[in-house]
């Protein structure tokens, strides 16, 4: 079964002194012609541009079925309160992770919980499957419960969207995460894993990547206009 997605918010990795920008990839997936799911929501200063593109698609927040969190991190989960009526797949050990973040993870987004609380929350773990030809699978290492979505697209090319376990090529390149929360081990772990099952890779925080010829390759620049008001 093939499934179409596209880019619905397009991340980058740009930084600048004292933090980052933390655009992240959110991607609209559709499991048929009629079942949106949503992979990631990123956070407040996208807001506008995830409504707009959500408009562009005929599709309303209200109307989205399914929320597919990679990770809890602020930057990928902070407009969960405009889906009030999707059913939010997150992993239990990211809920438990979420509760009790690493001391120097100040990523955590305030009230997470309380705002899963009040969603239809499908707790996850390891591996399995969300929909017809959608499936979740375990990636620790930038926090111990990611996760990341699999599924063959109608060119036949196995796609990984890899949220933060992945955030760019250089983390595929030298197979381990420049920010981990869990353990270094697992994080390389997720990565190999993630590049021997994927054709094409969604990282969290870049272009697509393409495998050619043996190698991990883009094709697309990660535009980011500003506007001085």
């Given at each position: 079964m093939s499934i179409r997605y596209e880019l619905l918010l397009r991340g980058n990795n740009l930084s600048f002194t004292g933090g980052f920008f933390g655009?992240?990839?959110?991607?609209?997936v559709w499991a048929d012609d009629r079942t949106p799911l949503l992979f990631d929501?990123?956070?407040?200063?996208?807001?506008?541009?995830?409504?707009?593109?959500?408009?562009?698609?005929?599709?309303?927040?209200?109307?989205?079925?399914h929320v597919f969190m990679s990770h809890l991190h602020f930057d990928h989960s902070h407009n969960l309160d405009l889906?009030?009526?999707?059913?939010?797949?997150?992993?239990?050990?990211e809920m438990d992770y979420a509760a009790r973040p690493a001391p120097n993870d100040t990523s955590i987004p305030?009230?997470?919980?309380?705002?899963?609380?009040?969603?239809?929350v499908q707790a996850i773990s390891?591996?399995?499957?969300?929909?017809?030809?959608?499936?979740?699978?375990?990636?620790?290492?930038?926090?111990?419960?990611s996760q990341a979505l699999r599924f063959t697209d109608p060119e036949g090319r196995r796609?990984?969207?890899?949220?933060?376990?992945?955030?760019?090529?250089?983390?595929?390149?030298?197979?381990?995460?420049?920010?981990?929360?869990d353990t270094a081990a697992n994080a390389t772990a997720s990565i190999?894993?993630?590049?021997?099952?994927?054709?094409v890779i969604v990282p969290g925080h870049?272009?697509?990547?393409?495998?050619?010829?043996?190698?991990?390759?883009?094709?697309?620049a990660a535009p980011l206009e500003l506007l001085v008001r």
């Open positions: 655009f992240c990839n959110v991607v609209l929501t990123g956070h407040f200063c996208v807001r506008p541009g995830l409504l707009k593109g959500l408009a562009a698609r005929g599709l309303e927040p209200a109307a989205i079925p889906f009030p009526n999707a059913k939010i797949w997150v992993s239990r050990e305030w009230k997470i919980h309380e705002l899963l609380a009040e969603r239809d390891g591996d399995g499957a969300v929909l017809p030809g959608i499936e979740h699978f375990a990636v620790p290492g930038h926090t111990p419960g796609v990984v969207l890899a949220g933060d376990a992945i955030k760019y090529p250089k983390e595929v390149i030298a197979e381990g995460s420049d920010l981990v929360f190999r894993n993630i590049c021997g099952q994927a054709d870049f272009s697509q990547l393409f495998r050619r010829n043996g190698r991990w390759l883009w094709d697309e």
